[in-house]
Structures are given as structure tokens and as C-alpha cells.
């Protein structure tokens, strides 16, 4: 089953059929929402809304590892995380969708493994490359299929947020490679790891980060709801496209 991780629009890709919302309770608590079971042309999926239903819990405050444990023992072997990003880099413009391939974590605070040594024994794994390359690869035929150029390969730099960033803490992250900035791909991609899920994301590009292009001064947030409403459809077809390819 495939899982997907996002915000709101899911019901709204073509031959959609909602099966069940469930109430799931894990070992760290609660996830934030129900998962939503979805089959599409006959392709199980799972669907959980990061944020929560109604989009109120912040990049901080979000229990990622009750998230990550839930999708898994409902049956989720791969997960696709739609994030909304800022771009850094120069290709990184508005609208872009990119499937990125790499991560910097900026943040702090967070509870980031299950192998903490209390609930479960302390354990390293291998984090060189962060996403799943089979997922990537999935991701991208799907975008492809669609008509629409997705960006392969990218460094994601995970901020701490609420708030956004500094110009000058995006222009440390652009000298240390980061090519566009979220707030949630971390730890969401390392549990994903520790769980042996199959992890990759499709990243919208719905402004340039602080400091950037028209950003310079400020940043509009009525843009980024723009872009990111015009990119949501592109996204909902790749989804559409994804959950019809059986290689899950």
C-alpha cells in the first residue's frame, strides 16, 4: 500500500474512492488526523494530513514519529511526502516540482529516531542517501507520464519554522548546498528509514526563499497560496499517476 503524506486536495484526483477514515493510537501518541483509505483504480492507498484536518499544527509541534509508526502498521510500505518549499537555488523557481535527493537538517528539538534506547534499543543506520531511489524513480515516470518536467535531484534544507527564514540564514544554507527550504522533511525521512519505508518527496517550489528574486524585502505569502494552488493540480495528477502504477 502506498502511503501519501500532505495537505488537503487528496479527494479531489480523479477516481478517488474513500473506503475508511480510521483513528489510529501508536506507542508515541496520537498521528495528527485519521488516515484516510483510498483505493484508486484499484490501488490501496493511505493518506494522512500533516498538519492535521483542518491544517492547525505546526512544522514544530507535529508528532512525526506517531505519523510515521501509524502509516507503517496500517500497511504503508512506500510513502510520498508533498511538501511546499522555498527555492534557493537559481532553477528553483516558483511552480517548480522537484524530487529531491538529498537533506541538511537545521533543526533542533525534535524527537527523531525510535532508537532511543528506552522504547527500543539505540541502533545507527545508514542515512548517506536519504530518499528511496526506487521512489524517486516512481516519482518522476509518474511526472512524466503527466506531461510535466519534474526536477531530479535536489539538496532540501530543514528548517526549524514556524516562521521563515532570514536572508541571511538562506544565504549560510545556499553555501552549504541547500538548493530549496522546508520545514517538515525533517525527521519525517530519517523515521521513515528506521521503519524501512520507502521515502521520497515531491517538493512544490512556491516562492523564491528570503532574500531571493522578488523577495529581496519581504515575502508575499498571497503569492506562495497562488503558486501553490496552481502547483496542487499538477500534483494531484502525478499522484493520480503514481497510485495507478503497480510497481507498489
Not at 58 to 72: D, E, K, S, T, V
Not at 206 to 218: L, S
Amino acid at each position: 500500500m502506498l502511503g501519501i503524506i500532505g495537505g488537503s486536495g487528496l479527494d479531489q484526483l480523479s477516481g478517488l474512492e474513500i473506503t475508511e477514515r480510521r483513528a489510529c493510537a501508536t506507542p508515541y501518541g496520537e498521528p495528527s488526523a485519521d488516515l484516510v483509505f483510498c483505493t484508486l483504480r484499484g490501488q490501496a492507498l493511505v493518506f494522512l494530513p500533516r498538519h492535521g484536518a483542518d491544517h492547525s499544527i505546526a512544522p514544530h509541534h507535529i508528532n512525526y514519529r506517531a505519523n510515521m509508526w501509524a502509516l507503517q502498521e496500517q500497511g504503508a510500505r512506500n510513502v510520498v511526502a508533498v511538501s511546499t518549499v522555498g527555492g534557493i537555488s537559481g532553477t528553483m523557481v516558483a511552480g517548480a516540482l522537484v524530487v529531491p535527493d538529498q537533506i541538511i537538517d537545521y533543526t533542533h528539538g525534535r524527537e527523531s529516531t525510535y532508537f532511543d534506547g528506552i522504547k527500543q534499543p539505540l541502533q545507527h543506520i545508514d542515512f548517506t542517501l536519504p530518499f528511496c531511489a526506487d521512489m524517486r524513480r516512481r516519482l518522476l515516470a509518474a511526472g512524466r507520464t503527466c506531461g510535466f518536467e519534474l526536477l531530479d535531484g535536489a539538496t532540501y534544507g530543514a528548517t526549524q519554522g514556524p516562521r521563515l527564514e532570514t536572508a541571511a540564514e538562506i544565504n549560510r544554507m545556499e553555501r552549504d548546498g541547500a538548493d530549496i527550504v522546508g520545514m517538515t522533511g525533517m525527521p519525517e525521512a530519517v523515521l521513515a528509514r528506521e521503519l524501512g519505508l520507502g521515502y521520497a518527496m515531491l517538493a512544490v517550489v512556491v516562492n523564491p526563499a528570503a532574500g531571493k528574486g522578488n523577495n529581496a524585502k519581504t515575502v508575499s505569502l498571497d503569492d506562495i497560496l497562488t503558486v501553490s494552488d496552481a502547483a496542487m493540480k499538477k500534483v494531484r495528477l502525478i499522484l493520480d499517476a503514481l497510485g495507478s502504477d503497480r510497481g507498489d
